[in-house]
């Protein structure tokens, strides 16, 4: 049974920084390419940036390049997002996702995702 958890989320000021867990169990790990989104009340899924595990690439939404940070620790099967800078407009529920690789995907649509976690409540508010 493949499990992704995340953990970390919580309310944050402007300008702060917030780091976001996710552990994963049931797969392997590098058959993966693993990817943080979030979704905001009212609007859509949205791709925060993704990494793969075999060569630790990464990828993000033009809009958050150099704020959040996509790294991965193989030994604990665990990928983090470092987010720093924080607005008002970060605020959203945050969601890990597994998607499998070695398919004819994009990999930054929720549709390209098979294993999902249960979301983290980021609020950045002062």
């Given at each position: 049974q493949v499990q992704l958890v995340e953990s970390g989320g919580g309310l944050v000021q402007p300008g702060g920084s917030l780091r976001l867990s996710c552990a994963a169990s049931g797969l392997t790990f590098s058959d993966y390419k693993m990817a943080w989104f979030r979704q905001a009340p009212g609007k859509e899924r949205e791709f925060v940036g993704r990494i793969t595990r075999t060569d630790t690439m990464t990828y993000y939404a033009d809009s958050l390049k150099g704020r959040f940070i996509i790294s991965i620790d193989n030994d604990k099967s665990s990928v983090y997002?470092?987010?720093?800078?924080?607005k008002p407009e970060d605020t959203a529920v945050y969601y890990c996702a597994a998607g499998k690789v070695g398919y004819n995907r994009n990999y930054v649509a929720p549709r390209d995702y098979d294993y999902w976690g249960q979301g983290t409540q980021v609020t950045v508010s002062s």
């Open positions: 997002l470092q987010m720093n800078s924080l």
